[in-house]
């Protein structure tokens, strides 16, 4: 089942005993859980229907526990369970000892009181541990992962709609580059936009430039690849303006390298025909970033791209070792870079 089809069935009544959550989107998690909460539980039951355990400080046995216990002057309880690390690969953290064996044999007959919710930040589970096969068949698994260029575009219109307003074509995108792709981030930043436009206005590529400040990483981004596109000049503008924000050059060059690094890894990665969500997953990578890695990666060959690299380790020596002015010594990695 995926998250769509699971909210449909919570929004008709039809709710499994235990939830296992997991995945690096975490906001799409918090709002999986309120949706559960907002369905299943009355406002004035909440101080008695809302349990919350985390295995860092209580083990298993503690929840199972508590799930079999009858809920108190409420008809039903949700007991979301943090740090859920017993599902997912190596050894589980802390001196805290779990039994699984406790949740193995609650799974065989769960109570119909309570409703299980395990919350997993973390991108896979260990799809081999008995306990995450004995939950896929007894709940439901839900991933929560990072949306990709389309998806995220659709959930940024989808939510900027909800709110009464209107994206004007190219905005979601301009939105993404100043604000990053964290659906936390965009979230926050749709709530201004829309408040300054009011209800049923247009939010347009300029009033996201005017309202969405880039943060130093969506700055060097934003740098990277106007020198992919031969712009110079606004390359250099977003370079003084960073200056002007007194960041270090060190810093800068060092941010630059890493996202030419990441262009030259997704170039390397698509010539042996991986896919973007592969990618993003072989480099620990938002899919909207190696999105646009891989269009960058196309106005590069790959000897280009290393010479880059190569020429920005040099430059990061010359700067440490006081053997170039800093300043000046970016700037000319720039223009360089631009001929």
Not at 33 to 55: P, S
Not at 90 to 109: P, S, T
Not at 214 to 232: K, P
Not at 313 to 336: A, H, P, W
């Amino acid at each position: 089942m995926d998250i769509k089809a699971a909210t449909k069935a919570i929004k008709h009544g039809d709710v499994s005993p235990v939830y296992l959550l997991y995945g690096l989107e975490k906001y799409q998690i918090k709002e999986f859980t309120t949706l559960l909460v907002d369905e299943l539980i009355q406002k004035e039951d909440r101080d008695f229907a809302l349990v919350n355990y985390d295995l860092s400080e209580s083990s298993i046995q503690d929840v199972i526990e508590e799930a079999e216990t009858l809920p108190f002057m409420v008809p039903r309880k949700l007991i979301f369970v943090r740090d859920a690390s017993v599902f997912t690969a190596g050894k589980e953290g802390g001196k805290i000892e779990h039994r699984i064996e406790a949740l193995l044999e609650y799974l065989k007959n769960p109570a119909e009181y309570s409703i299980l919710i395990f919350l997993v930040h973390h991108e896979k589970l260990d799809e081999r541990k008995k306990v995450v096969k004995a939950l896929n068949s007894a709940g439901i698994v839900l991933s929560f992962s990072p949306l990709g260029g389309h998806e995220l575009i659709g959930w940024i219109e989808r939510e900027s709609k909800q709110r009464g307003c209107i994206l004007a074509t190219g905005a979601a995108d301009i939105l993404i580059r100043n604000a990053g792709a964290q659906l936390q981030n965009l979230s926050a930043e749709l709530d201004k936009l829309c408040l300054y436009v009011g209800a049923g206005g247009t939010i347009d590529s300029n009033t996201v430039e005017q309202l969405v400040s880039r943060s130093t990483e969506q700055n060097v981004f934003a740098l990277v690849e106007n020198m992919a596109n031969l712009r110079l000049e606004e390359a250099l503008s977003i370079y003084y303006e960073l200056l002007k924000q007194r960041e270090e050059p060190i810093k800068i060059a060092a941010l630059i390298t890493r996202q030419f690094r990441i262009i030259l890894q997704v170039k390397e990665l698509m010539g042996q025909s991986y896919s973007q969500a592969q990618i993003a997953s072989q480099l620990g990578l938002h899919p909207y970033a190696v999105k646009i890695a891989g269009e960058q990666a196309r106005k590069y060959k790959p000897d280009v791209l290393k010479s880059i690299l190569s020429r920005l380790t040099d430059l990061d020596y010359q700067m440490k070792t006081g053997r170039i002015d800093k300043v000046l010594g970016l700037e000319l990695f720039l223009l360089r870079l631009a001929v």
